[in-house]
């Protein structure tokens, strides 16, 4: 990355309150946190617990774990009002010029509440609060009736909103009341650090080889890839390297047994080592129901590997089909098995692809794209309060 420093004049104290994920929130809250630090921003990160990306990070940023207190009366642990104290406190004692919420609930909520609550404090200005929008925040979570009117509230309340993509904007101005002047929402995507993910990185896979990083939830569907690749691998020396973990590991391991390929099929669980996975790969698997954006099949891109994906939400935003990768409905299963199977034995349509996955995320997703659309937010919405 090259960043200069931000002259000292023009040095902004930051609070960002996300989740402690290996989701795409998490991980993007995290690195813009890091980057953010690293031009010379002072950087507070609120969240329950240490999020992966800034606990193996030597980034110049101030981590404040807040647990709610387990009191019996409390059915679970109300870590978002811990979270909110916090920054409470933080204000109180440093001056936080703008609070950048990522995902909706709680975070956005908890913002506000610090705001509003932090009037009363006479030694500074009440921060700013920016909410950025990263999928299921919107369509899956605050979309739900016990959520709804909260959320279009904290979106209404907050100083400036962001999507990580035009179909998220759209979605969120259909389901909520949000076209007001007041609260227009930014599109500002997903970034990736191309410098720590790029092509040779891990040694050359030995066989073509598909890989999937995802919480293994349902919406991403990874037994419906297991089934695809079943049908694709058959009678072919190849492997899918599935990383992550979660609900739906179990059915995953049933389906590929019952597919025959529980040979081929390589279960890692949580790995931090992204590069070296990603970048030997043949291709990236992608097929979700629901995507926003796509995150692990950009950082797939900038390690110069194509992706093959479901074309829902915002993915054909990132992937060009036919160029960067190759798209197929969501619903098409012997389709997505034909895409896998191009992938694992069409080695030159692969390298070509991955050459322009590589030139697509460098050129249009790269943090020195992305990171001065915020700091220029960032300072517009600070302008206003003015």
């Known amino acids: 990355m090259t960043q200069g420093l931000v002259p000292e004049g023009e040095r902004l104290c930051i609070g960002v309150l996300c989740h402690p994920t290996y989701g795409g929130s998490g991980v993007v809250a995290t690195e813009l946190a890091l980057s953010l630090a690293r031009k010379g921003h002072e950087v507070h990160v609120f969240s329950h617990e240490v999020p992966p990306r800034l606990a193996r990070s030597s980034g110049p940023v101030e981590m404040h774990v807040a647990r709610g207190f387990p009191y019996p009366l409390f059915t679970s642990t109300p870590h978002d009002l811990a979270v909110t104290s916090k920054v409470l406190e933080i204000h109180r004692l440093r001056g936080l010029d703008l609070l950048h919420a990522h995902y909706a609930l709680p975070h956005a909520v908890s913002a506000f509440l610090a705001r509003e ?217 012997e389709g997505y098995a034909r895409v896998l199977r191009r992938a694992l034995s069409e080695p030159e349509l692969v390298d070509g692809m991955g050459q322009a996955a590589r030139t697509r995320a460098s050129e249009h997703f790269s943090f020195d794209r992305v990171l001065p659309r915020y700091e220029e937010l960032y300072r517009r919405v600070l302008a206003e309060a003015r």
């Open 117 to 333: 609550a932090s009037r009363r404090y006479r030694e500074h200005a009440p921060p700013r609060v920016v909410t950025t929008l990263h999928g299921t925040d919107i369509t899956l979570v605050g979309n739900d009736p016990a959520y709804a009117p909260l959320t279009e509230h904290a979106l209404r309340a907050s100083d400036a909103v962001t999507a990580v993509s035009e179909d998220l904007a759209r979605r969120t101005r259909e389901s909520f009341d949000v076209e007001a002047e007041a609260c227009p929402i930014e599109v500002i995507p997903n970034f990736v650090d191309c410098e720590l993910f790029h092509p040779g990185a891990g040694a050359p896979a030995e066989r073509p080889t598909l890989v999937h990083v995802s919480n293994f939830r349902p919406v991403k569907r990874v037994p419906w890839l297991v089934r695809a690749f079943a049908l694709a691998a058959e009678g072919r020396d190849a492997q899918l390297l599935l990383v992550g973990d979660g609900p739906d590991q179990a059915e995953c391991r049933r389906v590929a047994a019952e597919g025959g390929v529980a040979d081929k099929v390589v279960f890692l669980g949580e790995r931090d080592a992204l590069p070296g996975l990603l970048a030997p790969a043949s291709a990236f698997c992608l097929t979700s129901r629901e995507e926003s954006f796509g995150l692990s099949a950009l950082e797939a891109m900038a390690c110069g590997t194509p992706v093959l994906a479901t074309r829902v939400g915002g993915v054909s935003e990132v992937v060009e089909d036919g160029v960067s990768g190759l798209l197929c409905d969501a619903d098409d299963l």
